[in-house]
């Protein structure tokens, strides 16, 4: 099989009735580029920004981020680089900012919330960003963003920083794309306001899952309510990318769902523009979608949005498109 899904490296993604979506892979650091590549990613649909602040006793310098962000954008060689801006907190900690322990971390001061607080260390990213933009094709992509507030808030520091970087002579691409994680259920409802101001939408359903059911996803007590084909979810992402495709904006998701055989088909069907997953399922997944026919799958999704549980949309999934 590996070796059948090998010939497709360098293959677009293209279904039987000739739609076509794109595959990215996500990475954590700049060495993670070459197995996307190996494996046939046509993007980088998630950088996780955070590992560049992990393991390590200070914040990490402008030029020490510039470069990291660099090297991933020459070494994808002008495909698509979605870069999220850090998003620490809730799993991920980073102890020399000395932040007093919470309650519920992964409800608390993270990501987007801590970035719009401490902003030095938001605005050195952001510069840094700005710099690499020139070597290739960066997409910037806000992490937890809960209210419409927040993406104006964020939006306007980093236009702020660009002003500045440009008013010092320092080369700005005028080609950003700004986007959003829709990771938390108000962003999702809601998707419509958010689609007529951003460039793009990338649906964070590690996080999104947690949300909607109230189950925290490391808690295996309650991992049995840790549902992604549960219609609640999936009535979401259909709200996201229709309202995305509504004000035509792409809709990407870069949470672990999107390379799930038995979601794939659903996403397909419902319109994901770009599916981005680690990179060893990239040609395990461009080999299903490539045997699927997108107008089948829009029936099949439509049908599973009906439905009343996960157990039956996994069921039906499996009894009619992965025949077994
Ligand atoms: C997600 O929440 O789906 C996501 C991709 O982000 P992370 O797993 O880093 O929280
Ligand atoms: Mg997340």
Excluded at 166 to 191: D, K, W
């Amino acid at each position: 099989q590996r070796k059948e899904w090998a010939k497709l490296k360098n293959e677009k993604t293209v279904t039987m009735d000739s739609h076509q979506v794109e595959l990215g892979g996500n990475i954590g650091t700049p060495q993670d580029v070459k197995g996307v590549l190996e494996n046939g990613g046509e993007a980088v649909g998630l950088y996780r920004t955070e590992f560049l602040y992990m393991g390590r006793s200070q914040l990490p310098t402008e030029e020490e981020q510039f470069q990291a962000y660099k090297t991933v954008l020459e070494s994808m060689e002008g495909k698509p680089v979605v870069v999220r801006t850090l998003d620490i907190g809730g799993d991920k900690e980073l102890p020399y900012l000395d932040l007093p322990k919470e309650m519920n971390p992964f409800l608390g001061f993270r990501a987007i919330r801590l970035c719009l607080s401490m902003q030095d260390m938001f605005r050195t990213q952001l510069r840094a960003l700005l710099r690499a933009s020139t070597y290739g094709n960066l997409k910037i992509m806000f992490p937890m963003i809960a209210t419409i507030d927040e993406y104006h808030q964020a939006k306007s520091i980093l236009f702020e920083e660009k002003k500045q970087l440009q008013e010092t002579g320092i080369q700005v691409s005028n080609n950003i794309e700004i986007g959003i994680m829709v990771e938390i259920p108000s962003t999702a409802v809601m998707a419509d306001v958010f689609a007529k101001e951003v460039d793009f939408f990338s649906i964070g359903t590690n996080d999104l899952i947690q949300y909607t059911l109230a189950a925290d996803r490391m808690n295996e007590r309650v991992s049995y309510l840790y549902q992604p084909y549960n219609p609640a979810i999936l009535r979401l992402i259909k709200n996201v990318i229709d309202a995305a495709h509504t004000h035509g904006k792409w809709v990407g998701m870069c949470g672990e769902m999107a390379g799930d055989e038995v979601a794939i088909p659903i996403l397909l069907g419902l319109g994901l523009d770009e599916f981005s997953m680690s990179a060893t399922s990239i040609l395990k997944a461009r080999s299903q979608i490539s045997m699927l026919s997108r107008s089948d799958m829009k029936t099949i999704a439509e049908k599973v949005l009906t439905m009343q549980s996960s157990e039956e949309v996994q069921a039906f999934i499996k009894s009619t498109v992965l025949n077994r």
